[in-house]
């Protein structure tokens, strides 16, 4: 719907536009940031609430993960041990069958003799002082200077275990191919006869004299493992005394002589056939690194390591990293003599809280602050006891449980949880853009469906606004486009509609103008006529009514009348409010009766004043008559005059009083106004007409109401007679004259002329009305007694 010129109108804050866009706008704006907030907030709620789960899962995921492992890992170094242990007992178990059968030993002694003569002969070294077998054999036996005969032949009894034990390349090479990974396999004699035969070949003895200077001299077992072989007889003696119920003893690390590596050794002590006394003992031999690399493979995180360590806090087993990270300080405990032992303790770690650390029991997992690069760095520790073993270190065999640690930085225990929240954070952050992006959509359809809308209503309602304009400008041709068929469509159609309507009735209008002008010009020229007529009636009227005043005035009692007697002196004033009044006076004389009369016509005008006319016309002719009686003449005069007014059909009559005076005595009679007597020395007397008669030209016969009334009248007296248009004369405030203020100028004026008490009476009232307007004929007499 358009009109031209309307819709291109600009869009003002006022507008139905603005506010159509600011109230529906603002509600789908307020509607989508509400919706659009709620579900940002639902959203960063359920990412915190998705991150605290994730994380609660993680942190114990990752806590079993390594209590787990940490099991596992002291499984695997309790079974690398228990292999050990295993192949230890199956080399000592064919030792000690060697020991139990002699005589089969001596026949496996002298088939090996004969069959790997490498095996059982020997050399002496003139340097070393000691006898060892040539290469080529499965083991090496050294037998030591003491032990040879001067000779530097090995002693008989020497020889006999030379022989015997060469039972060792029957079994040795078997067992260090199978089983656990071992260094070496070997059998010691007894303290009296301490050879040393490994397996495999090695320089045995040569490897002895570099690192332990003096071997060749000293007792074998006190001069390498000083308080074992005690501990060992005592077992013989009373086999509860082993800390732990097996005969497996294992030795703390230290500095194999032959290989150079840390070693740990498993002995198996071999008894005497009646047990009473230890017959040496089989052996094997691990490395350090085959502990160390079951710990070192623990790999927990990307840092992580593991430890294996003595009961008293000395490591045994660790990686580089985990011994920077653990802050061990490696000391060789060298003295010189016998197996030199490794200590890096625990409690003499550079990290404060790894020297504080529990080792008396297991304690979980315990959270640690670590020195590193100057920083402090959360670890995760936890330790576990390997099962009891015989441990010898140094003097009597004792008890000792392994300890098993795993060490783990939190930050790389929690990567996996920071790896989390961070994937929820990315995906709420996507969730959130995604949301904006989706709420500043919906904005930007909306507001483009808003403003389509307002133009669309509004242009609608502009085209109505601009049309109404035209039609207010007198402009009924204008017309608006419906182009919807909605409310608004609706509206233009009626406003069509009713601008057809409009400027058909203006049409129509303008020709019924034209109608009623054309009309109004005849009624015009019509009235002029009547107008013109009038003005002739008018003039007739007044002419006639100059006529009436005329006569009226012609009739009222002449100057000269009123000067005619001689005891009294009359002075009248009468003025008609129009031309012709209603007000009546006369003065009749007959003789020497003088008879004054005064009324009043309803009304004025000239019926007013044809009856007054008739009035006086009849009074004269019943005083010409010789009518002396006052209530007859009255009476008379009635009856005369009611039948000229039904003859005339004057609706009118009039109050009618008169004075009749013989020279002697004055008679009232007849209703009027109040008769106002000023007496000679000032008194005032009003005199009452009401019960006097009625109004004149009311009923055919009134002589039944009137009364007469006798007046005192004697020198110097003031009879005042009067109409009502001198007490209801008023002035501009509305206020009349009133019968008290007449009363007060009579008595003011008393001493003065009749014509004088009129004239000023009169005066008086002139200036009492000032320039209003005089309604009533005003007519005023002064009667008084020379």
Known sequence: MMDMGSSKRPVGLSSFRAKFILVVGGAVLFDLLVSGGLALWNVQRLSRDAT??????????????????ADSTAAQ??????????????????????????????????????????????????????????????????VWGYLLGEDHQPKPEIRRDIETSAVLDLVAPSLLQHGASKLQMYYIGPRERPIFRTAPYTDQAQTFDRLYPGHNEADFWNFFFPGLYESWQGWARDMKTRPVADDITQTAPYTDAITGKLIVSFFHPL???????????????????????????????????????????NVVAINGTGE?????????????????????????????AIAKLALDREQGIQHLLLQRDGNEVPYIVIVKKLPATNLWSSG??????????????????????????????????????????????????????????????????????GAAKR????????????????????????????????????????????????????????????????????RRLGTEVAVAERIQLMVLPLQQELEEFQDIEIAAYMRPAEEVGGDYYDVLKNGKRLKIG????????LESGVLMLMVQSVARALQEAGNTDAVKFLADLNSALFKNLVRTRIDKHLTLAFLDYDGKEMILSGQHEEVVIVRANGEIQRVDTMDL??????????????????????????????????????????????????????????GQSAEKVVSGIVTTLMHFIGSQKIYDDITLLAVRHR
């Open 471 to 538: 039609i207010q400008a007198q402009d009924y041709s204008v017309r608006v486009a419906i182009t919807s068929k909605d409310e608004v469509g609706a509206a233009g159609e009626a406003f069509n509609r009713m601008a057809e309507q409009i400027s058909y009735h203006t049409e129509n209008l303008e020709q019924l103008v034209e109608e009623r002008t054309a009309q109004i010009a005849d009624q015009k020229e019509e009235i002029s006529a009547l107008n013109a007529q009038l003005q002739r009636e008018n």
């Open 598 to 605: 005064i009324g009043d016509v309803t009304g004025h005008g």
């Open 324 to 352: 920077q990270t653990l802050g061990l300080r490696s000391a060789s405990g060298a003295s010189g003599t016998g197996v030199t032992g490794l200590e890096r303790s625990l409690k003499g770690s550079a990290q404060p």
């Open 52 to 69: 605290l789960e994730v994380g609660q899962g993680l942190e114990a995921a990752s806590q079993e993960y390594i209590r787990t492992y």
């Open 396 to 465: 009597p065999v004792r008890q000792e449980a392994m300890l098993l640690g795993v060490v783990v930085p939190e930050r790389e225990i929690d990567a996996s949880l920071y790896a989390a929240q961070a994937k929820i954070s990315e995906a709420t952050n996507r969730i959130v853009i995604y949301q904006i992006l989706a709420i500043l959509m919906s904005l930007l359809i909306v507001t483009i469906a808003v403003f389509a809308a307002s133009k669309r209503i509004t242009s609608g309602i502009s085209a109505l606004a």
């Open 77 to 142: 170094v309790n079974l690398l041990l228990r292999q050990v242990h295993n192949d230890v007992d199956t080399l000592a178990g064919v030792l000690q069958a060697q020991i139990d059968n002699p005589v089969r030993n001596s026949d496996v002694g002298a088939a090996i003799a004969r069959t790997s003569p490498d095996s059982v002969s020997l050399s002496y070294d003139e340097k070393g002082k000691w006898s060892q077998n040539a290469p080529g054999s499965a083991s090496v036996v050294s």
């Open 693 to 750: 008669g009625i109004p004149i030209g009311l009923d055919a016969d009134i002589s039944a109401f009137i009364k007469t009334r006798e007046i005192t009248f004697e020198k110097g007296d003031l009879i005042l007679l009067h109409t009502d248009g001198v007490t209801e004369a008023a002035n501009g405030a509305g206020e009349m004259f009133g019968i008290e203020r007449l009363c007060s100028e009579a008595l003011r004026l008393k």
């Open 271 to 313: 008894w005497t056939a009646d047990r009473k006394d230890v017959a040496g003992t089989a052996g094997a031999d691990i490395t350090l690194d085959q502990l160390a690399q079951t710990v070192e493979n623990v790999k927990v995180a990307q840092s992580g390591f593991g430890f294996l360590a003595m009961s008293d806090g």
